[in-house]
């Protein structure tokens, strides 16, 4: 089940199978997919890079939002990283990603395995990835100095 590219959201980089790693809820959960893309910002003229759990009722895709538990926001924090990783050696490709292999990765967890990939089905990718690789480039020095926050704290408790 693909999460839909027609919302406020436009998904960028995904993760379709989410489903199967999403914590103690594995295999029972309407959080179907994660995604980073982009929404647009109280100043319409400002697109922002985003994060979203898509969650699926069984008949429609839902908008809403919602508290996260820990350990997807360690999912999330794992495909933003990945995802900026790609983003490092991105040029080195002409639609700053290879359509003939859109999945950039495959992380084990729980047994199972989150699938990083790009988000090749959105029907304005060549677009959308541009301005998302742009958003992360000029989000460089705050997210820069999350990263290592994190790192430090981190490192301070053994990982």
């Known amino acids: 089940m693909n999460s839909p590219a027609s919302l406020e959201h436009k998904p960028v980089v995904v993760s379709e199978n989410y489903e199967k790693v999403?914590?103690?809820m594995a295999g029972r959960t309407d959080a179907k997919a994660l995604s980073l893309g982009l929404t647009q910002g109280n100043d319409k003229c400002k697109t922002l890079a985003s994060a979203k759990v898509w969650r699926h009722t069984g008949v429609e895709w839902s908008c809403e939002s919602e508290e996260l538990p820990l350990h997807r926001v360690l999912d999330l924090s794992i495909l933003l990283l990945r995802s900026m990783a790609h983003f490092q050696e991105a040029y080195?490709?002409?639609h700053l990603y290879d359509p003939e292999q859109p999945v950039l990765d495959r992380l084990a967890l729980q047994g199972?395995?989150?699938t990083v990939a790009i988000a090749a089905?959105?029907?304005s990718i060549d677009e959308d990835i541009k301005l998302?690789?742009?958003a992360l480039s000029d989000d460089g020095e705050l997210l820069g100095e999350r990263l290592r926050t994190l790192?430090?704290?981190l490192q301070d408790m053994g990982y």
């Open 132 to 134: 998302f690789s742009q």
């Open 22 to 24: 999403d914590g103690r």
């Open 151 to 153: 790192a430090k704290l």
């Open 92 to 94: 080195r490709y002409e």
């Open 121 to 123: 089905d959105n029907e």
């Open 112 to 114: 199972g395995a989150m």
